[in-house]
């Protein structure tokens, strides 16, 4: 069956309009109306509103049951809130404030430290209910003894009050000896511990009292100049008085050091490092501690010293409770005359290296650093260390003195060029001595010389500084060691274990063998990396015979010909039968050239070796050995001649 789309597909294309088709009936659609409403519906028209839009009943109940819930938790807790409020002020229960709780403390004002304070207390309560196992706690500031006894320390006092019933009064005296430094405040805190009645907890209602120490216990002075030479010894003196008219127990002193200060020493000694122990002081007592030492630091740096004094902690050995302080500023000053030694020409400053019996020369260059004059210079070296022969000791402008090994310039000595140095003036100052002996010297270990140079002078119209100006200077003298090295050769004498053979007088083209023997000795300072080094010459043969078994100190070099003896270390006094030896044995063959000669057997023989003392090297050259033999017993002087 052909659908009605066929039809009219077949009907379009068609050249004639096929039955049933024409103008078809025009159908009109229908009109449709919302469901919702046009306009805005009055709620209170229920007649109008569908009941579909309503709301349960049971909803609305529920939803008004939750609106009452809330209101009634919000009236609950604001209740509870000024339940708690009510019950913090004292409601629910007897009527007792600590508001109402009259705390009044009458005293001085201004308390003497180290003396007896009274403090009136007055308790009043002005509840309605009475306070149940009343303290009085009176808490005092650090440092507070007892009245009847100095040395206990009173932290706080506690005093039972009892029963106070409403509107009464507790009333009463408290001492204490209080301590502090003047123009400190204090405060002293006045506290009642109570209870109430039907309730455990206790309560507490305080008042501060504040006074002021009007005059320090004590009184602590320091002496000492503004100014300080780096490195020159500087004095202070700290004075502490007792003030106080009872006796202030367990009294001590602390420095607080500033930085590149060494104390040196200190009179009386302190009892811990810059601490002092002073004891008791009873009133008027006085004492002084002085101090030396040496400040380091750079000119026009500054140092602050400060000292405290106080009473003993009781708990440790520091200071507890301040009574005074002090503090004293030191200026560093460039030295006032400065100073430089030179030995033999030598001003480096390191230590001089002299050498047994010679002559030294010591001269001291100076200068004024200042720009004022200095009148009335001083100078002098003191010489400490290995003796001299005083009678070797000469000055062209100054005085030996041999009681103290003392060299002085002055004025008179001068011929008046000391009297007045000018501002940044120069000069210089010498002495002569004669170094002593190797026999003088044997004994000494490490044999040295200090010579300490000390100028001063004096310089007024400045106050707060030195007027009378010390500067020194030290430059050290070393001996050096002695080495003695001897080089021999033996044919007839030789040491045990070895042996020679050959011809005698020697013969060309004939090989005769000798003992050579190296012996050295060292006299004070200890030796290191010594050695000695030979050369043996071409016709000349190490035989490889020695004294040194291992082989391990005397080495030969077959490339060169070259001996050496490594001997390391010589300690300080090696003689005699403590130095050092070795031997080795040696062959020569003569050429027909040398007929009538006495060839060397060994040749650049060379000596070396380390002061460990003076820092030097030692280096010493041997004359060389040859067939003539005067040393060795037996000897011919015939047989040291080449022969045919």
Partial sequence: MRSKIDRLRTAMYSRKMPSGFGRAER???????????????????????????????????????????????????????????????????????????????????????GEPAELQITVTNRN?????????????????????????????????????????????????????????????????????????????????????????????????????????PMSLTATVSANASTVLRNVQLTLVPPFGFTLSGATPTPSSPDVWNLGDLRPGDVKQIQLTGILAG????????????????????????PL????????????????????????????AVITPGQPVTVTVNWQNELDTPISNAVLAASLDGFAIDGTTVQSPDGFYRSSDNTVQWDANTSHGELATLPPHGTGSVSFSFMAPGEADVAALRNPSLNIAIHAAGDRGGEQDVPENLDSSAVRSIRMQTTASVIAQGFHHTIPASFTTDG????????????????????????????????????????TGISSDASGSQLQFDKKNGTVTWNIGDIPAGATGSQSRQVAFEVGITPSATQVGQTPALVTSQRFSASDAFTGTTLAQALPDISTSQPNDPGFNGAEAVVTK
């Fill in 298 to 321: 750079q000119p026009g740096d500054q140092r602050t010293f400060r000292f405290e004094v106080g009473t003993q902690s009781a708990t440790s050995t520091d200071a507890g409770v």
């Fill in 27 to 113: 159908h009109s659609l229908p009109r449709l109306t919302p469901d919702t409403p046009d306009d805005w519906v009055d709620p209170d028209d229920s007649a109008q509103v569908s009941g579909s839009t309503i709301a349960p009943r049971a909803i609305r109940y529920t939803r008004r049951a939750l609106w009452w819930l809330l209101g009634i938790s919000i009236v609950f807790f604001l209740a509870a809130l000024g339940a708690f409020a009510w019950y913090l002020a004292g409601g629910f229960g007897p009527d007792v404030r600590g508001s109402n709780i009259d705390i009044q403390v009458d005293g001085p004002l201004s308390v003497v430290g």
């Fill in 503 to 542: 011809p005698l007088p020697l013969k060309v083209n004939q090989e005769t063998t000798y003992i050579i023997l190296w012996t050295v000795s060292n006299s004070t300072n200890p030796l290191t990396g010594a050695k000695i080094t030979a050369q043996l010459p071409p016709y000349v043969r190490y």
């Fill in 128 to 232: 309605k209910s009475p306070l149940q196992y009343a303290d009085l706690v009176v808490t005092y500031p650090p440092g507070t003894r007892s009245v009847t006894d100095l040395s206990t320390p009173l932290p706080s006092q506690r005093i039972s009050l009892g029963t106070v019933p409403a509107g009464g009064t507790r009333q009463g005296t408290v001492s204490a000896v209080l301590v502090g430094q003047g123009g400190q405040q204090g405060d002293i805190n006045v506290s009642v511990e109570y209870q109430v009645e039907g309730s455990s907890a206790i309560f507490t209602a305080d008042k501060d009292y504040t006074f002021a120490f009007g005059a320090s216990p004590v009184t602590l002075a320091i002496d000492s100049k503004t100014e300080a030479i780096p490195g020159q």
């Fill in 324 to 351: 005074a302080t002090e503090s004293q500023l030191v200026s560093i000053a460039q030295p006032f005359i400065g100073l430089s030694v030179a030995v033999n020409g030598d001003d480096s400053g390191k230590p």
